[in-house]
Structures are given as structure tokens and as C-alpha cells.
């Protein structure tokens, strides 16, 4: 595990950056995993960036977003789908046909999942997985429980993960309760892991990065992939 600690989240960003950019160079038809929340928006800003000075070619890029909200359209501005059209997939030069984000609007949840697993799977594996880190150690929406899923499946948020997440909303009462998210087996399928961790989240990289593996802190799993770089600020 190669761990980087940067001064600030723009520091962070620029790098986080520069790897995603890297792997976009080195092989133009690369799969990304991608995230969303506060963590990444600086990496997509600096991507963009590249993008607009002509560096980068997202036009043969594909992508695959770790989780989407249940009960929220593509149009909701709160949805991950909409999240990446406007942070990223809208401002550079990809098609989006090849991006992907789980439907939260799907009938039946868990042929959602089935097909959203099933899809990953028929594009290939994922090159560069990007994840943020929740307060209480969930990557994706995998939050702290009894076993590490291994499929893409639909969970219950936890009250902290709602807690977190309610500044993005009008009030707490309106943050989705559930989720479809990548399981941790989808995850550690990615060929290379970049995670990226602001100053906020200090505590829980110690316990996820040096403590024991252990399924009360998900991303703790990540000690046994063989090719992950932190950037923790
Ligand atoms: C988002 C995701 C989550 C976030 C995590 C950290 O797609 O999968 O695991 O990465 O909740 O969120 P921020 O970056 O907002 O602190």
C-alpha cells in the first residue's frame, strides 16, 4: 500500500488527478470506478481542467460509478447520476453511453443490482477505482456490519451515513434511507485502488490503513489489495 500525505485538499486533488490522468494516457479505453461527494469534486475540477487545455481524451474512456441513492431520478439534483453530469461527465469530452451510475429508480432493486454487477462485469475490469472513505470507514455504501458483500447489492444507510450526507439536502427527513452501492467483492476486483481522504478523516485512515481488517471498518479490507495509494491529507 503506497500511502501519500499532501498538505491540503488541493494538493490532494491535483494528485489524485494526475494518477486518474496518467491512466487515461497510458491506456485511452480505460474503465474508471468512479465516486462522488465533497472528497472528489477537486479531482473532477482539476480533470475538467486538463480536459479543456486539450491534455486529456475522455472519448474512448468508460466509466462505472460505485453507488446511486434509492428513490432519486438521474434529474434529482442530490441523485450521483446528476452529480457526475455536472461535475465531470457533461464538461469533458466523453460519450455518455459509456457512463454508468446504478439506476435508483429501478422497479425491482435487486435485478438492479444483479444487472449493475452483471454490466460491470461485461465491460471488463476496472482499471483505477477512485473511493472517498465515510466517517465510520464505508467505501461505497458498504457500512460497518457483520460480513464484507461481495456483490453489488442494496443496503439501509446508517444513521451517520444519513447524518453526513443531510448538509446536501433541505433536512435530514429528505436523505434516501436506502442505496444501491458496489459490494466490497466488486470493488477489490479493480486492478488499481486510489483512495483520497481530507483532513477530516485522519482518525478513521489510521484504524482503515494500520489497524486490524475487520469488518466494523469496511475499507480496512483494502489492506489486502495488492495495488491501492492513499493520498490522505
Ligand atoms: C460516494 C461514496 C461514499 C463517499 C464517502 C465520503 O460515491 O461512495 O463512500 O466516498 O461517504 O464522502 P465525502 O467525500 O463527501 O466525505
Do not use: W
Not at 58 to 64: A, L
Not at 177 to 189: D, F, V, Y
Amino acid at each position: 500500500m503506497n500511502i501519500v500525505k499532501v498538505k491540503n485538499y488541493d494538493e490532494m486533488s491535483a494528485l489524485a488527478a494526475k494518477i486518474i490522468s496518467a491512466q487515461i494516457i497510458s491506456n485511452p479505453k480505460s474503465l474508471l470506478g468512479l465516486a462522488t461527494g465533497s472528497s472528489p469534486l477537486g479531482v473532477y475540477e482539476n480533470l475538467v481542467n486538463e480536459d479543456e487545455k486539450g491534455l486529456l481524451d475522455f472519448s474512448k474512456v468508460s466509466t462505472v460509478n460505485l453507488d446511486e441513492y434509492f428513490g432519486l431520478s438521474g434529474e434529482h439534483p442530490q441523485s450521483y447520476r446528476y452529480f457526475m453530469d455536472k461535475n465531470l461527465f457533461d464538461k469533458v469530452n466523453i460519450n455518455k453511453e459509456n457512463t454508468h451510475v446504478p439506476n435508483g429508480m429501478a422497479q425491482n432493486i435487486d435485478k438492479e443490482c444483479e444487472d449493475y454487477e452483471a454490466l460491470i462485469n461485461d465491460i471488463g475490469r476496472v482499471d483505477l477505482q477512485l473511493l472517498g472513505i465515510g466517517h465510520n470507514g464505508h467505501i461505497g455504501f458498504n457500512e460497518p456490519c457483520d460480513r464484507f458483500p461481495r456483490f453489488v447489492h442494496n443496503v439501509e444507510l446508517s444513521e451517520s451515513t444519513i447524518k453526513a450526507n443531510a448538509r446536501l439536502f433541505d433536512n435530514e427527513d429528505e436523505v434516501p434511507k436506502r442505496a444501491i452501492t458496489m459490494g466490497i467483492g466488486t470493488i477489490l476486483k479493480a486492478k488499481k485502488i486510489l483512495l483520497i481522504a481530507g483532513a477530516d478523516k485522519g482518525d478513521i485512515i489510521e484504524r482503515a490503513m494500520y489497524g486490524k481488517v475487520t469488518t466494523d471498518v469496511p475499507a480496512s479490507i483494502l489492506q489486502f489489495h495488492h495495488d491501492v495509494t492513499i493520498i490522505r491529507v
